[in-house]
């Protein structure tokens, strides 16, 4: 076939006088004849055949298609009742059951002292354990049953629990059952330590020397106070461990010594861990960071 385009601009020369008629009429025939047609080629026979097959195949495809539309109109409703039931099942979107609420005495002392507890925010404990006994802006203290729970708040959650020991609350306590009569010999793990001795406490409260350890078996590194009232076991044990401070820096007197040896001590002298084997132990804190202001 001719150039469309080449036959326009030739015929837009002869009406603008660019070419004569007769120039016009030798450029045509010349362009007709540069452009001649080549002879079709013949039909290929497996050309043929191939294009039957897929004809064929087109045809049985589409019966198929008008044959599953009538199925799915047919059982549409019985499939998405299906879809439906296996999502109501699936377990990514089945909903969270509720932690039930604790209804016994025992279930409510469960949950109150109970480690996971560490980390909750204050307002969950007035909802299950009802309004506190007392209540600061770092303190909460709770009668549950027979036992005073105590809970030390830092930065708007629980850091520790705190429970007094008496006749009626006998805690378990990291395995351990923590009665009236159990002393600081019984507590197999734990090690002396006090804030502060020999006189550099001031008057803000008796000093004491407590038991203390970090439970690898507890989650997070729970750490474990056991605390014991102030007597004449806990009297004998600081001077002792004053004077056994003293001798080592090579302190004349315990009057000689840098204040900062006695505070936050550990690592006592055994004869320290012998006078304070019977103490009992009053009350037991368990929670995080208990030990924060003692890095040493």
């Given at each position: 076939m001719a150039d469309l385009d080449a036959l326009e601009r030739l015929n837009r020369l002869r009406e603008s006088g660019g070419l004569t008629q007769e120039e016009f009429e030798q450029e045509k025939a010349r362009l007709l004849a540069a452009q001649a047609v080549e002879p079709a080629a013949p039909p290929n026979k497996t050309r043929l055949w191939m294009l039957g097959i897929g004809a064929a195949v087109i045809a049985l495809a589409?019966?198929?298609?008008?044959?599953?539309?009538?199925?799915?109109?047919?059982?549409?409703?019985?499939?998405?009742?299906v879809a439906d039931k296996a999502a109501l099942d699936s377990p990514a979107l089945a909903s969270a059951a509720p932690t039930p609420t604790p209804s016994s005495p025992e279930e409510l002392y469960?949950?109150?002292?109970?480690?996971?507890?560490?980390?909750?925010?204050?307002?969950?404990?007035?909802?299950?354990?009802?309004?506190?006994?007392?209540?600061?802006?770092?303190?909460m203290a709770f009668q549950v049953g027979a036992c005073d729970v105590e809970y030390q708040l830092s930065n708007g959650v629980v850091e520790s629990i705190g429970l007094q020991i008496s006749p009626r609350?006998?805690?378990?306590?990291?395995?351990?059952?923590?009665?009236?009569?159990?002393?600081?010999?019984?507590?197999?793990?734990?090690?002396?330590?006090?804030?502060?001795?020999?006189?550099?406490?001031?008057?803000?409260?008796?000093?004491?020397?407590?038991?203390?350890?970090?439970?690898?078996?507890?989650?997070?590194?729970?750490?474990?106070?056991?605390?014991?009232?102030?007597?004449?076991?806990?009297?004998?044990?600081?001077?002792?461990?004053?004077?056994a401070i003293a001798e080592t820096n090579?302190?004349?007197?315990?009057?000689?010594?840098?204040?900062?040896?006695?505070?936050?001590?550990?690592?006592?002298?055994?004869?320290?861990?012998?006078?304070l084997a019977s103490k009992r132990v009053s009350k037991v804190y368990f929670g995080f960071n208990l030990r924060k202001h003692c890095p040493r």
């Open positions: 589409s019966i198929g298609y008008v044959l599953t539309r009538q199925d799915s109109a047919d059982g549409g409703a019985d499939e998405a009742t469960a949950w109150a002292t109970d480690v996971a507890r560490l980390g909750s925010k204050p307002a969950i404990f007035e909802e299950q354990l009802g309004k506190a006994d007392e209540k600061q802006s770092n303190f609350c006998k805690p378990v306590v990291d395995d351990m059952v923590i009665g009236p009569d159990t002393t600081f010999a019984s507590v197999k793990e734990g090690y002396p330590v006090a804030d502060c001795i020999g006189g550099v406490c001031g008057n803000a409260a008796d000093p004491t020397i407590d038991l203390f350890y970090t439970a690898s078996r507890a989650p997070n590194s729970v750490g474990y106070y056991f605390v014991g009232d102030y007597d004449d076991a806990t009297s004998r044990a600081m001077d002792l461990w004053v004077t090579g302190a004349p007197t315990p009057g000689d010594l840098d204040p900062s040896l006695l505070t936050c001590l550990k690592d006592a002298p055994p004869e320290v861990s012998q006078v």
